[in-house]
């Protein structure tokens, strides 16, 4: 069965970091790249960064735009520029491309989550090659991805890819950032997320200024992605016909982030990933063994705390006393509902709200517990 593969490229590798024009160069090599993949069997997704930064060029910015209303109108001006580039040189090569606009409302419904699915695969059965985008233009601030290495992260495991490639201005993962530290170790595998933690890997923002995500955005997507048993590879943008070459195996280049034996269903992906939370629920010790290391259900017994604001059925946050998030799950209480049965056992809970509810505040099978924190 053909592999399918997420390349996800930023504004920093598309455009030059002097004046923010499209680095045309770059671009060319990418679309040769992906056309010759996608001939040699390979089923290939864009996600492409680079609306904002184009919207700018066209109209003569000199930054990035700081108001929301400002950036989603550069946003619609850019978009278009971009995909009429991406257009001619896919065109060149006879390779049909597709737009995918995305905002996280989009996938937030379940049923909006299978239909974006199905559209994918109908696009990738076709041999089109989708680019897709976040929807800057109508996108809210609740509603958003926050960076398109996360987007590439949640289509990766939507279209339950077997990469997912981050092009960006650095050659790999280094354990400091090299431009300040010449000690710096570069990191060329990550088998456990964990092991991060032993290095003071510096994860700033892009160096270009155009760009939004720094590499804190690119291992948080790697977590994403190889939680759902999608191999996931940091490399330079520049460069991009080493894709070919990781793919072979030919060389060793860039970083690779081993994905999970045990991807989570993707019922369960939806929950930790797509849904953006609400509120948070605070555990005693018993209620976080439990749920951690019994696979029980969440009961309103262990509850020592409840914030925000949230009804039945919404993501909420899953936190320690210390207030690490531990877990995430759909709640069967809204919060006024929880800070009256919090902390007592269930067979109280008719009493309390005065009418038969669920005995838990989180089923088992809407509950996610966070991965561990451990990479070599």
Not at 349 to 368: Q, S
Request: aromatic share 6%; proline share 3%; glycine share 10%.
């Amino acid at each position: 069965m053909s592999q399918t593969i997420v390349v996800k490229i930023g504004t920093s590798s598309l455009t030059q970091s002097a004046t923010g024009h499209l680095a045309l160069s770059t671009l060319a090599t990418l679309v040769e790249t992906l056309t010759r993949l996608q001939k040699q069997g390979y089923r290939v997704v864009l996600v492409s960064s680079g609306a904002v930064g184009v919207g700018c060029d066209r109209l003569g910015l000199t930054e990035r735009p700081r108001t929301i209303a400002l950036k989603q109108a550069v946003a619609a001006v850019g978009q278009g520029r971009l995909m009429r580039v991406y257009d001619d040189l896919f065109s060149t090569l006879k390779q049909p491309i597709a737009q995918v606009l995305l905002t996280r409302g989009d996938l937030v419904q379940r049923n909006g989550y299978v239909n974006v699915y199905n559209t994918f695969q109908q696009l990738l059965k076709l041999g089109v090659i989708p680019i897709v985008n976040e929807n800057d233009t109508v996108s809210v601030d609740e509603l958003k991805f926050g960076d398109n290495d996360t987007l590439s992260a949640l289509v990766a495991s939507l279209v339950e890819a077997d990469w997912l490639f981050l092009l960006t201005d650095v050659d790999r993962l280094y354990s400091a950032d090299p431009r300040e530290n010449p000690d710096a170790q570069p990191i060329s595998l990550v088998t456990n997320m964990e092991q991060l933690e032993q290095f003071q890997v510096k994860t700033g923002d892009s160096r270009s200024g155009w760009g939004t995500g720094g590499m804190i955005t690119k291992i948080e997507a790697a977590r994403i992605a190889t939680g759902s048993g999608v191999r996931t590879v940091i490399t330079e943008g520049k460069f991009p016909q080493n894709l070919e070459k990781i793919l072979q195996g030919t060389e060793l280049i860039g970083t690779q982030f081993e994905p999970q034996n045990r991807p989570v269903n993707a019922r369960k992906h939806w929950i930790a990933n797509v849904l953006v939370p609400t509120g948070k629920i605070y555990l005693d010790a018993g209620a976080i063994r439990a749920i951690s290391h019994g696979g029980k259900s969440l009961l309103a017994a262990g509850i020592t705390q409840v914030e925000g604001e949230f009804n039945l059925q919404d993501s909420v946050q899953i936190c320690n006393l210390d207030g690490q998030e531990i877990a995430r799950g759909l709640v069967n209480y809204s919060q006024g509902e929880l800070q009256k049965i919090k902390g007592l056992h269930s067979d109280k809970i008719p009493e309390i709200l005065g009418y038969d509810g669920a005995d838990t505040v989180i089923h088992r099978d809407n509950l996610v517990v966070s991965s561990p924190l451990s990479i070599t």
